[in-house]
């Protein structure tokens, strides 16, 4: 039971790049989420989704796109990078039936130059 | 305008004493509060939850307060222990949205 994984762990992308992070959960929870933390702003929500399928938008969803096309998969895309998207990802998922906690994977570090 | 507010960005502690960690949250129709944990180059972890139909939860070290007449929540770890040396986020939801709304964390230094 691996739990949450993310892949990359790390990565550099030029500014207009494109690139897709992968996060896999082996729990069969329902709900999923992409987080991003920055320096003194905690953990912001970027998009979540409550099924194989849906997606809808956080906080911060502009310039980055979702998919959830497996239940246990939810990839986050950056058609553009910028320098504003310098920063950790955390995936997350939630059972949604009754238990609230969110698991989380390991991070992945983006850095746009 | 943060939801979630952690006032304190750090807090250093001897070990074998108190840790009180605080978190004010604005928005009236969250009905659930968590701790999570989080130590460098890991993703957070789940420490201990509340309903907002309570105004208390132990679970070992660890208890969670919440006052919704204040919208406070505070979490309490007695004693102390170099290993909860760590950075803790509270979090709010309201249930029915399946979000969650995370405060800007406090980095808890327990020192031997």
């Known amino acids: 039971n691996a739990g949450v994984t993310q892949t990359p762990k790390f990565r550099v992308l030029k500014t207009g790049q494109s690139m897709t992070l992968l996060c896999a959960q082996d729990?069969?929870?329902?709900?999923m989420y992409w987080y991003r933390q920055d320096p003194g702003m905690g953990l912001r929500l970027i998009h979540y989704s409550v099924g194989e399928g849906t997606t809808a938008k956080g906080e911060v969803p502009d310039g980055y796109n979702v998919s959830r096309l497996k239940k246990q998969n939810f990839l986050l895309g950056l058609e553009s990078a910028a320098p504003s998207q310098t920063s950790v990802y955390f995936c997350a998922s939630s059972d949604g039936q009754g238990k609230y906690e969110q698991y989380f994977g390991p991070g992945t570090r983006l850095t746009v130059t | 305008d943060q939801q979630v507010k952690q006032n304190s960005p750090s807090l250093s502690v001897q070990e074998g004493r108190i840790s009180i960690l605080n978190c004010d949250y604005t928005n009236s129709m969250f009905d659930y509060f968590l701790w999570y944990k989080k130590y460098p180059a890991e993703g957070p972890t789940f420490l201990i939850s509340?309903?907002?139909?309570?105004d208390k939860n132990e679970d070992g070290r660890f208890t969670v307060f919440l006052n919704k007449s204040a919208k406070h929540l505070s979490l309490h770890i007695v004693p102390s222990q170099p290993g909860d040396s760590a950075v803790y986020f509270c979090?709010?939801?309201?249930?029915?949205?399946?979000?969650?709304?995370f405060g800007t964390g406090t980095r808890l230094k327990v020192l031997a």
């Open positions: 729990m069969n929870h329902e709900y």
């Open positions: 509340i309903s907002s139909i309570k």
């Open positions: 979090a709010a939801s309201d249930l029915g949205t399946y979000k969650y709304i």
